[in-house]
Structure formats: C-alpha cells, structure tokens
C-alpha cells in the first residue's frame, strides 16, 4: 500500500502545528506587579529645606533603621523648620516615607527624587527638599 505523504513529511507536519499551538500566548498569564519604592535608602544623615529660595529653614537629622512600635527613629540634629522639629519617627509608605510627630500626624511625605535627594510636601502644602549630609 502506498501513501500519499511519506512517513518523514507527516511527522514533520504533525511537530511544526505542534510547536505553532504550544508558542501562542496565553489569556490567563499572571499580571505584573509593580513593587512599591523601598524607603530603605532614607536610612542616615540628612538636611531639609524649603524649596521657594525665599523661605528660611534648615533641619539636620538622621534616619535610623532602628525599629520601634509606630515606625523607625530621627535623631535631630538641629531643626528650624517648625514642620519638621516635631519629628517622632519615620514611617515607610507606598510611596516613599513620612515624618510622623509623637501623636501620629503626618508631618511631612517624602518620594525618591535621585538616590541622595527626596522631594517632600508639609502637611501645610510647602514642599521641601531633603538631600543628603556628609556629617554635622
């Protein structure tokens, strides 16, 4: 009996549709995640800022890793700025950090700018500029 096809055509036939079937993409395919930024890098020395040239301030301060029950440690240096001095304990969010006071409130929301600078707005609407300190 013969065939049509040879045996070799119809194997090779049989494994290209297979092939073809097994690339094609799939509805069910897992969605993709964006994770948060890591305020990891808010960790050590710091000075804040405002950022309109017209208003006066500085604070001088250090993020700690140290862990506590409402958040992680500031060490004040020195702080002008009335939006900051009342600073209790930095707090990760979503987004970035905040400075909480001792009640809880937030005083200030960071977000990441560049890896040594961080763009912050007060509670009030000023917005604030924290870059990093070598010492004080």
Not at 26 to 54: F, K, Q, Y
Not at 85 to 108: Q, S
Not at 109 to 120: L, M, N, Q, V
């Amino acid at each position: 009996m013969s065939s049509l096809f040879p045996v070799p055509a119809v194997a090779a036939a049989i494994l290209a549709l297979t092939l073809a079937t097994a690339c094609q993409a799939r509805n069910d395919a897992m969605p993709i995640s964006h994770p948060a930024p890591d305020a990891t890098p808010a960790i050590g020395l710091w000075e804040i800022r405002p950022v309109d040239a017209a208003a006066s301030g500085l604070c001088r301060l250090a993020l700690r890793e140290d862990t506590r029950a409402d958040g992680h440690a500031v060490v004040m240096a020195t702080c002008e700025l009335k939006a900051a001095n009342r600073a209790h304990y930095w707090r990760r969010t979503p987004t970035g950090f905040v400075l909480v006071d001792a009640a809880g409130a937030t005083l200030i929301s960071f977000a990441p700018e560049t890896p040594d600078a961080w763009t912050g707005v007060g509670a009030d609407g000023t917005e604030y500029r924290m870059i990093r300190a070598a010492m004080f």
